[in-house]
């Protein structure tokens, strides 16, 4: 018959030495991505993704050290070289941790280049505008017959919209699609969409003409076969870089 006031010495289970820390970080969990994203905008206070994975990291590290606790008791090291590399260790998985975290979210924690390669970097964009424009005004592709640029006195043809703002519109004009994509299309794939018109309050481009909304897709095609791989990546360069007019037009 066993003893009422004995304590047990029997060996904890697996699911008895984790639930406490388990329960803890399911809840917690749960109320970090289900409840927190919902927090009203005029509260004042808006939690962002970096913010849940940060709780989520400290919730789960939490857990892992609760866990450890549960375990029962750790074999010491067994000299002091193991010691200090036990030491070592945690330092770096914890600081490492951090680091990493800290890569990801704050740009300021990114690696600085050096002036020089900065500079060769502006250079080269530059270099690389200065030939897209080269490839603009060319007679042998002609963008300048139907496309006008205001912002730099590019008196062209009034055929095309003018595309001296066509850089900033072509961040918004396709969900989904970067701004360098976006001019792609455009020059490779005319008929993907419909520039919209002034006055339309249209920002992204449209499937379908429609002669209230959007201008009639009169560019040619062709592009993408005229134009060599290089000169194409110039010419979105140079348009790119056209955010000066908001003149509310650009193809």
């Given at each position: 018959m066993s003893?009422?006031?004995?304590?047990?010495?029997?060996?904890?289970?697996?699911?008895?030495?984790?639930?406490?820390?388990?329960?803890?970080?399911?809840?917690?969990?749960?109320?970090?991505?289900?409840?927190?994203?919902?927090?009203?905008?005029?509260?004042?206070?808006?939690?962002?993704?970096?913010?849940?994975?940060?709780?989520?990291?400290?919730?789960?590290?939490?857990?892992?050290?609760?866990i450890l606790l549960n375990w029962g008791p750790i074999r010491q090291p067994s000299s002091p070289v193991m010691t200090f590399m036990s030491i070592l260790l945690v330092y770096v998985a914890t600081v490492g941790g951090l680091v990493a975290f800290g890569l990801w979210y704050y740009p300021?924690?990114?690696?600085?280049?050096?002036?020089?390669?900065?500079g060769?970097?502006?250079?080269?964009?530059?270099?690389?505008?200065?030939?897209?424009?080269?490839?603009?005004?060319?007679?042998?592709?002609?963008?300048?017959?139907?496309?006008?640029?205001?912002?730099?006195?590019?008196?062209?043809?009034?055929?095309?919209?003018?595309?001296?703002?066509?850089?900033?519109?072509?961040?918004?004009?396709?969900?989904g699609m970067s701004a360098e994509e976006y001019l792609k299309e455009s020059l490779v794939n005319p008929w993907a969409c419909f520039t919209p018109l002034p006055g339309s309050e249209l920002a992204e481009c449209q499937p379908a003409a429609d002669a209230a909304t959007t201008y009639p897709q009169l560019m040619p095609p062709g592009y993408g076969d005229r134009l060599s791989e290089e000169q194409l990546k110039d010419l979105i360069a140079f348009l790119k870089s056209l955010k000066g007019v908001q003149s509310g037009t650009e193809r």
């Open positions: 003893d009422p006031g004995r304590i047990s010495t029997a060996p904890k289970s697996l699911w008895q030495r984790i639930r406490g820390p388990v329960i803890f970080a399911v809840v917690s969990l749960t109320v970090i991505w289900g409840l927190l994203p919902r927090v009203p905008q005029n509260w004042g206070i808006q939690f962002g993704v970096p913010y849940l994975v940060f709780f989520s990291l400290a919730v789960l590290s939490a857990t892992l050290f609760f300021q924690f990114e690696i600085p280049q050096s002036a020089v390669e900065t060769k970097e502006q250079e080269a964009e530059i270099a690389a505008e200065e030939r897209g424009k080269e490839v603009f005004l060319s007679p042998t592709f002609a963008c300048f017959a139907c496309h006008t640029i205001v912002a730099l006195g590019i008196r062209g043809g009034q055929r095309g919209p003018d595309l001296s703002d066509v850089g900033r519109q072509a961040e918004t004009r396709k969900t």
